[in-house]
């Protein structure tokens, strides 16, 4: 099939959770190679199905591995490109500069630390965000108590969005979330073994043409792109 | 006074500026097409608003703009027979007809009043129809009825009716004059018909371009020779008053009417009634002499008044009959034939049944239904 | 297996029960604009229609925003009717309501007001002399005469409060039970690979819902409308 | 056969059941307000598919439900002048004057005819106005202009002068008699003036609740003593036949008509033409002798055809005027007083200036301008 | 600082550019449309009615992944459409376009719809009697009369489109410079921290298009009713 006009130019999909990180990669990339990229950003599922639907993406940035799986089942990718980019933790959230610091464990009252109010998370079935949030509050046997108290928002920035505003005392996020909202603090840190783990995959498409797929790959691995990330909070997956 | 108006409204191209004080009664608004009969009536309904205006009705001022009066159309009480119609689509005939009586006050439109207009209009088989599904001449017809059901202080009819067929207005006009005699709701009635306006005036107003030219009673504005051009020859006559003596078994009614007996068909009002005649001067002829062994009943004497040529081959001879006028129209060839001058005696003819019923009506009785004998 | 599990029955029923409130709701207030904007003359006019067709310029997430913000519990808006009313729109389904509701407000309007521009104004005066106050003329005349204009709005906005979600989960979030209508339990299915077998059921449920309602609304402005064409 | 229709519709509560064929010319349809007329024009005009038709104008068929064809009503090249207006508000009176003549073939519409009919109509001034800032006069004439300018095989009139006033109803009706006479366009013609019928019909064609009563030349339909009751008694009278002899200086014409010498207000056409008169019968006189010294100047020598007497006191005499017949209505009581009875001789008296100028016309000339004198 | 990065101008641009195609493209369909479920009657009228509705039905994810398996470059039609052709949607500006009709499509339609509806069908009788065949009826009597109703049914669709963006993310995914428009780039600022300053921006700048937009067609429709009316 041919490509669309810009076959030469590099399009990238990536889950939306990383624009501001990756706009600065791609700023990086452009000034060092002097080759223009495309970044489209979207929902994991989105983006998905729209490289099964014959997108011109050379590369995909998932926020979770289920959609990578199960385009790499599929055919889509090549699978050697494949590799795990990033990874990110989740956090507890409160409303407030100076919340006062959890320990979590299956004794403590979040359920009455919430009171009435809401604990805001990801779509806890859809959502890799809040995925991971159900599965950390089941480990820590926290869930059953909080289950009828979630309020679960589109995605993991809404989710931030009702902690920041004061909606809902409590909120589960990624900690490059809560980095950056000043009008939240975060009370306490899942283990990463309480969940599976956080891990952004990358690949290069089946289709892609584009030279610079396969070393702009590469490039978000080194050491510029990995400080960009880290200064957003991602760090580089094990 | 009934209705007083003075009203300037300009529109591009057409300027009205009219003034009139009429007593109560029905007062005629008459004049050519485009001449603003319309947009005054609507002026007095409160639905355009005049450059300049004030209007008062039995003394109540609905508009003056002079002192800043303006009373919205809804609480003048008004009954307006649009020219148009504008019946209510999503409401069946009986909602229109009822349409005005849920707003005029309590007990004020009785049900022996609508049963009353629905049976004098024929409407009985319709009241379940929509409008949409009617024609020309029932639309008019429920347009009346809505009209005069909503208890109206003021009733303005703009030619309402003009859609119908003879018989349809031989039955509604007796009704109209009833209103006017034994209510007093002013009336402003709007018509080309000189036929209506003569049976129905209390005052007529002439309009021509915007401007009254003539005001006046009836008999006045009508049996004015010089009124001739403004409403047409065929329309001029004179109104004379006479009283009902005898109803004779033929069929005839004797009167007791300018300058002798006066024969005409039998007139349903008791012996005694005062009524009032309109006799088409073309209708009337003159002889020198009393006629013998002709058809034509009735035979008046007469002195000639005065004598007005027209511009064609007839006259217009105004005639005293016993101290009321007549008005005749002859050729000029018989005016000469026949040496007619002022102050010649002589005799006006005039057969029975060239008089209308709808031209001969009572003179302002109370009860006396003024309807002419259907023969 | 049943069709639908109890949860997604729960979501219909809510959508049902959010998407008749919103139209119901929002009828009298469309009605008003739409008659504001269609006869009005104020400053402001073309204010008010600016704001009006503002949920459908802004991309719902925003207008979503814009609603937790104001009708939040620590909105100026939802802090007042919480104390004064103990009306809680945030994270309740009467949130949800109001999301759809405005959402839907400008095709509501919208269809209201062509309906009121139709009216043949004479037929108005008409009622006018006839003793009717403006508000009366309103409800006798005009109302009956835009029957089916507001049956077009109503649907409208039904079919719109139906399919609402974008500001409907960033305002009241998606709580099973609570919040959860079908486009926000359908969009869950879309985001995990090999949901779109379970979307697709709630999606068929939610399109025969609408046309259901669709078909009814159809009939009843068809029957108004050759009831005021006569027959 | 120019116009021949049969037609079978039902409404709820109503029901059409028309059959009749016209010749060429002006078929005039005559009935009470719901009889039937616009529903039987809508079916010519193809706008309701009655349940049964056959239609067929000029030999072309329109309509015929048993043989299945149906022309579409753009296909009929029809003008109708609908009972109310229906003019488009989108377009100016010159627009909607134009609008038939898009349509038309090419050069079918002349632009001398377009300035005759705005100028015979009086639209001159309006041509830029919408028509909602229209008076209902000013409508009505646009929507007749609009029609005549559409060049139609056949035009349909549904009571066209209604909404206007005489004098320019007196305007329009010679228009409409030239195209009658001019060209061989037939015209279906609803209207509820006798007056207007009998002017300008070739065939009256009278209409009650749905079925024909009567189909026949306004001669026979008007001047027969059985019509009055459905006519209405003031419009009864007959149509006399006269050439006329000679223009006289003093407005009046002398004529050559039934039973002698007629004098008549001077009448627009040359020496020589045959006209037609209609002579109502209220209008007429009956004498044993010669009257002299009256103002009437027609005195015909006559015999008594038949008498019919009516319900009241007025009975139908028919008259034999010179092998044409007469109408004329006198009371019961000078039948009596003259002894008319079949077979007498008498006179038959009638005023020249009772006869209105459009009860006079040319009796089919072909260039001769069938104007009344204006007087 | 400029006030807009070259890549917000872009979306700016292609926002325009995809609003008004996507009005002015749908804009014949969607009066036939209207004309047909005005005064059409023929099977499948409820069907197609239905149709017309979906958008709105729908979560607006769901007609974007309908788009996509449909018009996408390996789906039926869009495959078609690529071979016999050669037009492609997917990804493009014009899929954008597509997305953007076919969500503003049933405000459209209903909009044209209702005045069609209100067109006195007595006029168009008329016109019939004088000559003018169904077709030429519509063109010089119907659509001169509907014609406030299709510039309302036409600000509606080109509001709509400018703040449509679920079905156009899902469709075309949000590519700079090619089908990143106002709302999808205001959704990705949304996605991450920091974000909502840009976001508000891009807001401010949707708002000030389409209320320009919305107050000149005012106007416009104003003009052309008080035409009809008589000045
Ligand atoms: N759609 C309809 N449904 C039911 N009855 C109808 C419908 N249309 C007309 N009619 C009835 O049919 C009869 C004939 O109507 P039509 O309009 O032909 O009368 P017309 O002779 O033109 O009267 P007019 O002189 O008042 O205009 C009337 O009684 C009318 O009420
Ligand atoms: N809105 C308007 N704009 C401009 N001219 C108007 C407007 N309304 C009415 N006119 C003009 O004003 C004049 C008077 O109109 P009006 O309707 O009062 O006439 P009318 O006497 O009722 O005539 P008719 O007997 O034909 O109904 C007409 O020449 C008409 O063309
Ligand atoms: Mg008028
Ligand atoms: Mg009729």
Redesign the interface.
């Known amino acids: 099939t041919a490509r669309p006009a810009n076959a030469e130019a590099l399009t990238v999909f990536a889950a939306a959770s990383l624009k501001t990180a990756l706009d600065d990669v791609a700023g990086l990339w452009r000034r060092e190679t002097g080759t223009e990229i495309a970044v489209s950003y979207a929902g994991s599922s989105a983006l998905a199905r729209q490289i099964e639907a014959g997108a011109p993406a050379d590369l995909f940035i998932s926020a979770n591995p289920g959609w990578m799986d199960r385009l790499e089942a599929d055919g889509f990718l090549r699978a050697e490109s494949r590799r795990d980019l990033l990874t990110n933790s989740i956090v507890l959230i409160a409303h407030g500069r100076d919340a006062t610091p959890l320990a979590l464990s299956p004794d403590l009252d979040l359920s009455g630390l919430i009171g009435d109010g809401r604990l805001a998370m990801a779509l806890v079935d859809a959502v890799p965000a809040g995925i991971y949030g159900k599965a950390a509050l089941e480990t820590l046997e926290l869930w059953e108590q909080v289950a009828p108290k979630v309020a679960q928002a589109d995605n993991v920035r809404a989710a931030l969005a009702l902690v920041a505003i004061g909606e809902a005392p409590f909120g589960i996020v990624y900690a490059t979330d809560a980095l950056a909202e000043t009008r939240v603090s975060v009370a306490a840190r899942f283990p990463a073994d309480t969940h599976p783990p956080i891990l952004y995959p990358a690949a290069v498409t089946a289709d892609s043409d584009a030279p610079d797929a396969l070393p702009f790959l590469a490039f978000l691995e080194s050491a510029g792109a990995r400080a960009i990330f880290e200064r957003h909070g991602f760090s580089p997956a094990p | 006074m009934s209705l007083s108006l003075a009203v300037t409204h300009g529109?591009p191209?057409f300027s009205l500026d009219v003034a009139f004080d009429a007593p109560p009664g029905v007062t005629a608004l008459f004049?050519?097409?485009?001449s603003g009969?319309?947009?005054l009536v609507n002026a007095v309904?409160?639905?355009i608003r005049p450059d300049t205006a004030r209007i008062a009705v039995n003394g109540t001022v609905l508009h003056d703009s002079a002192a800043g009066v303006w009373v919205?159309?809804?609480k003048?009480?008004?009954?307006?027979v649009?020219?148009?119609g504008?019946l209510?689509?999503?409401?069946n005939v009986a909602g229109n007809l009822a349409?005005?009586g849920?707003?005029?006050p309590r007990g004020a439109v009785k049900g022996a009043e609508t049963r009353r207009v629905v049976e004098m209009l024929g409407l009985g088989?319709l009241l379940d129809?929509?409008?949409?599904?009617l024609?020309?001449?029932?639309k008019q017809?429920v347009a009346i009825g809505?009209?005069l059901l909503?208890a109206p202080r003021l009733l303005?009819m703009?030619?309402p009716l003009?859609?119908?067929?003879?018989?349809?207005k031989a039955e509604i006009l007796p009704y109209l004059e009833r209103l006017r005699d034994e209510t007093d709701i002013p009336v402003l009635y709007v018509s080309?018909s000189v036929t209506e306006v003569a049976r129905l005036a209390t005052t007529v107003v002439s309009l021509s371009d915007g401007r009254t030219t003539r005001v006046g009673s009836p008999a006045e504005v009508l049996a004015d020779p010089r009124a001739v051009p403004t409403l047409?020859?065929?329309?001029a006559g004179a109104m004379v008053s006479a009283v009902i003596l005898r109803h004779?078994d033929?069929?005839?009614s004797e009167l007791d009417g300018p300058g002798g007996t006066l024969?005409l068909?039998?007139i349903a009002a008791p012996e005694g009634t005062s009524i009032r005649v309109r006799i088409h001067a073309?209708?009337v002829?003159?002889?020198?002499?009393a006629?013998t062994?002709?058809?034509?009943?009735n035979v008046l004497k007469v002195t000639v008044a005065a004598v007005r040529a027209?511009?064609?081959?007839?006259m217009v001879v105004q005639l005293d009959a016993g101290g009321e006028r007549l008005l005749?129209?002859?050729?000029?060839?018989?005016?000469?034939?026949?040496d007619?001058a002022p102050g010649l005696a002589c005799y006006a003819?005039l057969?029975?049944?060239?008089v209308?019923p709808e031209d001969i009506w009572i003179a302002g009785g109370e009860d006396a239904r003024p309807q002419a004998?259907?023969? | 297996m049943p069709f639908l599990s109890a949860d997604e029955w729960t979501a219909v029923a809510l959508s049902l029960q959010v998407s008749v409130w919103a139209t119901l709701a929002s009828l009298p207030v469309g009605i008003l604009v739409a008659l504001a904007l269609a006869r009005g003359d104020f400053p402001g006019k073309q204010i008010l229609n600016g704001l009006v067709h503002l949920p459908l310029i802004l991309p719902p997430v925003v207008t979503g925003y814009i609603l937790l913000v104001t009708f939040g519990r620590r909105g100026p808006v939802g802090g007042f009717l919480e104390e004064q009313l103990g009306i809680v729109l945030a994270f309740r389904w009467t949130g949800a309501a109001l999301a759809a509701a405005i959402m839907a407000f400008p095709l509501m309007v919208r269809a209201i007001r062509l309906a009121i521009e139709a009216v043949d104004p004479?037929?108005e005066?008409?009622?006018?002399?006839?003793?009717?106050?403006?508000l009366?003329?309103f409800v006798?005349?005009t109302l009956?005469?835009i029957l089916p204009g507001i049956i077009a709005g109503a649907v409208l906005a039904f079919a719109k409060a139906m399919g609402e979600f974008g500001a409907t989960i960033t305002f009241v979030s998606n709580i099973p039970g609570q919040t959860q209508t079908l486009p926000t339990a359908i969009y869950a299915f879309l985001q995990v690979p090999g949901g779109e077998a379970s979307a697709l059921r709630l999606v068929l449920i939610s399109v025969a819902v609408a046309m259901s309602a669709l078909i009814v609304s159809e009939g009843v402005a068809r029957l108004v409308a050759r009831?005021?064409?006569?027959?």
């Open positions: 529109f191209g004049g050519r097409s485009g009969k319309t947009t309904a409160g639905l919205p159309p809804h003048r009480r008004i009954g307006y649009f020219q148009e504008r209510f689509p999503h409401l349409y005005g849920w707003f005029a088989a129809r929509r409008p949409a599904t024609s020309g001449g029932e017809r809505r009209a909503s303005l703009d030619e003009a859609a119908l067929d003879d018989a349809r080309h047409g020859i065929r329309d004779a033929d069929g005839l024969l068909p039998r073309h209708d002829i003159l002889a020198r002499e006629p062994g002709i058809s034509a009943l027209g511009e064609g081959p007839g005749a129209r002859i050729t000029r060839r018989s005016a000469k034939a026949l007619i003819i057969k029975s049944v060239a209308a004998d259907t023969r | 004479k037929l005066q008409a009622a006018g002399t006839l003793g009717a106050s403006r009366l003329v006798t005349v009956p005469l009831r005021i064409r006569g027959s």
